[in-house]
């Protein structure tokens, strides 16, 4: 009986199956790169239109909340008036920061207990707009613009009757006063109010600021409401009267 043939486990493959090997090999080299580089085109895409959307997105929540930047120049007694959006800077912050202070001055009430920035971190994320009001300078240039008065606002709504929008500052620097600066910045908002839909614009004052109190109801022809109470939770009564509730 003739036992089959076997190869010796030594004994080279013949030479189609070496080239056979060999393209085999070549072929899976080759699709690995293939696949490499479609895997490394498609991490690139997905990166790409991530950062696409990312852009978009910020666009889309920066178009909602900036409003169109307002710039204009308005005649007040012996001169002129340059208004503009205040600006995401150190000096309009302190401009802001300086008109609050000063309010506070004007109205003998305590010192307001913002720091400046913090005024800078509320601004930036939104919190409120403001105008700012500034004269020419003694060379008349931009550059030495001289701030004299500042508006600082913000959005809120009613449900019955839409968008406001609240003025929560008005300011006009002392020796600046009587003048009109104070009229072209509350008339700018109202401006601003009646261009962009919103049903009102609206604001608080002492009762013991008669001045002003007087002007707004005769000059401005603002309407006073004596049907409402203004209510408020400052800090320590707005923990206690959250208490230990769950959020």
């Known amino acids: 009986m003739i036992a089959p043939h076997k190869e010796s486990p030594h004994r080279s493959p013949p030479y189609p199956q070496i080239f056979k090997g060999f393209l085999l090999r070549i072929l899976v080299v080759e699709m690995s790169l293939r696949g490499a580089q479609l895997f490394t085109a498609a991490a690139l895409g997905f990166a ?42 150190n000096r309009d912050i302190k401009i802001l920061y300086d008109a609050v202070h000063g309010l506070a001055k004007h109205l003998d009430e305590a010192v307001p207990n913002l720091s400046v920035a913090r005024l800078h971190k509320d601004f930036n994320a939104g919190a409120f707009e403001a105008l700012v009001a500034e004269i020419p300078g003694r060379s008349g240039t931009e550059e030495e613009m001289v701030p004299v008065g500042a508006a600082i606002f913000f959005d809120t709504y009613s449900t019955w009757n839409g968008r406001c929008l609240f003025v929560e500052d008005l300011y ?17 908002l109202a401006a601003m109010a009646l261009q962009e839909g919103y049903c009102r614009l609206q604001w608080e004052s002492s009762r013991t600021n008669l001045h002003a109190n007087s002007y707004y109801l005769q000059a401005v022809g603002a309407v006073q409401v004596d049907d409402r109470l203004l209510w408020r939770l400052p800090g320590d009564r707005l923990a206690a009267f959250v208490g230990d509730s769950p959020i």
Do not use: Y
Request: hydrophobic share 35%; net charge positive; glycine share 8%.
């Open 172 to 188: 006009v620097e002392p020796k600046f006063r009587s003048k009109g600066i104070g009229t072209v910045l509350l008339r700018a």
């Open 48 to 89: 790409a239109a991530g950062l696409v959307c990312c852009v978009w997105v910020k666009k889309m929540g920066i178009s909602r909340k900036k409003r169109k930047q307002w710039h204009s120049v308005k005649a007040i007694k012996d001169g002129e008036c340059h208004l503009r959006h205040a600006e995401n800077t």
